[in-house]
């Protein structure tokens, strides 16, 4: 009786863990989209490219596990077409590195123009950096395989890629905050406190969601690689490797979620748009709630008006 007890609430946590595979790309989706459509309409400036790049690229992430997730652990309620599945798998593989990748050009950008004063030939427009930061693993990893190292490519893809991407990240951030700290007390404009302050947060943002992959992206690809190595069985069957690889990919799945958090909250001109579009809809529903209750007062004073005329004749 109590290895079944034991049993069904190990199936219970677990069962939790699969939807959370679900639910956790599903919120790093919507995240991302609020993040993109923000950046699109309410933002100016060169970085809204950058951080709207990383965004598209979170929100493919997002929908493509969870597309995957679905096909695997519940096609007993929703049958996939295959060609959905394939796209899905692509989006997923695709997209790991390059979330790490995507941090890059918001970094260098902001890393030339304040500490080395200097700006990227006008050729290179940010949507152009974007494109070519997004296509710089896919075309390592075709230069890898068409040198033969075809073990070593997933890997490179995989780890050692993002690795590198995100050392540059920080390496240009800590740069970032020592010249903002030294020159913040120099500048007199109020202009150019405005922009020092603006990297700084920008920097303080990519920061963040640098170290989140290294903690919630590299140790369970590590810990996925290492049950892999070992030959079990991960792939299904409730086994104690196929639980623990699980738990590791779930991880990695909040990864979007995450940045779409510290871009809508640690960036100000984000964070400051999201309030005045929350402070404007909750004007709108109470101006329109006002507008409801007078209405229906001047409806009732509609109806009284017959009943005291009945009175009058009476």
Same mark, same amino acid.
């Given at each position: 009786?109590?290895?079944?007890?034991?049993?069904?609430?190990?199936?219970?946590?677990?069962?939790?863990?699969?939807?959370?595979?679900?639910?956790?790309?599903?919120?790093?989706?919507l995240?991302?989209?609020?993040?993109?459509?923000?950046?699109?309409?309410?933002?100016?400036?060169?970085?809204?490219?950058?951080?709207?790049?990383?965004?598209?690229?979170?929100?493919?992430?997002?929908?493509?596990?969870?597309?995957?997730?679905?096909?695997?652990?519940?096609?007993? &309620? *929703? +049958? $996939?077409?295959?060609? /959905? %599945?394939?796209?899905?798998?692509?989006?997923?593989?695709?997209?790991?590195?390059?979330?790490?990748?995507?941090?890059?050009?918001?970094?260098?950008?902001?890393?030339?123009?304040?500490?080395?004063?200097?700006?990227?030939?006008?050729?290179?427009?940010?949507?152009?950096?974007?494109?070519?930061?997004?296509?710089?693993?896919?075309?390592?990893?075709?230069?890898?395989?068409?040198l033969?190292?075809?073990?070593?490519?997933?890997?490179?893809?995989?780890?050692?890629i993002?690795?590198?991407?995100? &050392? *540059? +990240? $920080?390496?240009?951030? /800590? %740069?970032?905050?020592?010249?903002?700290?030294?020159?913040?007390?120099?500048?007199?404009?109020?202009?150019?406190?405005?922009?020092?302050?603006?990297?700084?947060q920008?920097?303080?943002?990519?920061?963040?969601?640098?170290?989140?992959?290294?903690l919630?992206?590299?140790?369970?690809?590590?810990?996925?690689?290492?049950?892999?190595?070992?030959?079990?069985?991960?792939?299904?069957?409730?086994?104690?490797?196929?639980?623990?690889?699980?738990?590791?990919w779930?991880?990695?799945?909040?990864?979007?979620?995450?940045?779409?958090?510290?871009?809508?909250?640690?960036?100000?001109?984000?964070?400051?748009?999201?309030?005045?579009?929350?402070?404007?809809?909750?004007?709108?529903?109470?101006?329109?709630?006002?507008?409801?209750?007078?209405?229906?007062?001047?409806?009732?004073?509609?109806?009284?008006?017959?009943l005291?005329?009945?009175?009058?004749?009476?």
């Amino acid at each position: 009786m109590a290895n079944n007890s034991t049993s069904s609430s190990i199936d219970t946590i677990f069962s939790v863990i699969i939807y959370g595979q679900v639910i956790a790309p599903a919120l790093g989706v919507l995240i991302n989209l609020l993040v993109l459509i923000i950046g699109t309409f309410r933002v100016k400036g060169s970085y809204k490219h950058y951080l709207s790049n990383l965004a598209v690229i979170d929100g493919l992430f997002g929908l493509g596990t969870m597309l995957v997730t679905i096909d695997h652990h519940f096609r007993w &309620l *929703i +049958v $996939l077409p295959q060609s /959905v %599945a394939v796209v899905a798998t692509f989006f997923c593989f695709v997209s790991i590195p390059l979330m790490s990748v995507a941090l890059v050009p918001i970094s260098l950008d902001r890393y030339l123009k304040m500490c080395r004063q200097t700006r990227l030939p006008r050729f290179l427009i940010p949507p152009v950096v974007c494109v070519i930061f997004d296509l710089l693993p896919a075309v390592v990893m075709a230069v890898v395989n068409l040198l033969g190292f075809n073990q070593l490519a997933d890997k490179l893809y995989l780890m050692v890629i993002p690795v590198l991407a995100l &050392l *540059i +990240v $920080l390496a240009c951030n /800590v %740069a970032i905050f020592v010249f903002v700290s030294r020159h913040m007390a120099l500048v007199a404009s109020l202009e150019n406190r405005k922009r020092l302050m603006e990297t700084k947060q920008l920097a303080r943002a990519t920061c963040i969601q640098a170290v989140s992959p290294l903690l919630m992206q590299l140790p369970p690809l590590l810990g996925i690689y290492s049950l892999l190595a070992t030959g079990k069985d991960t792939n299904g069957g409730h086994s104690f490797y196929w639980e623990l690889a699980n738990i590791f990919w779930l991880i990695i799945l909040f990864n979007p979620f995450v940045d779409g958090l510290v871009t809508l909250f640690i960036v100000r001109t984000y964070r400051e748009t999201l309030s005045k579009c929350g402070r404007e809809q909750i004007r709108s529903s109470d101006e329109r709630s006002t507008r409801l209750a007078a209405s229906g007062g001047q409806v009732t004073q509609a109806e009284l008006k017959p009943l005291k005329s009945l009175a009058e004749v009476e």
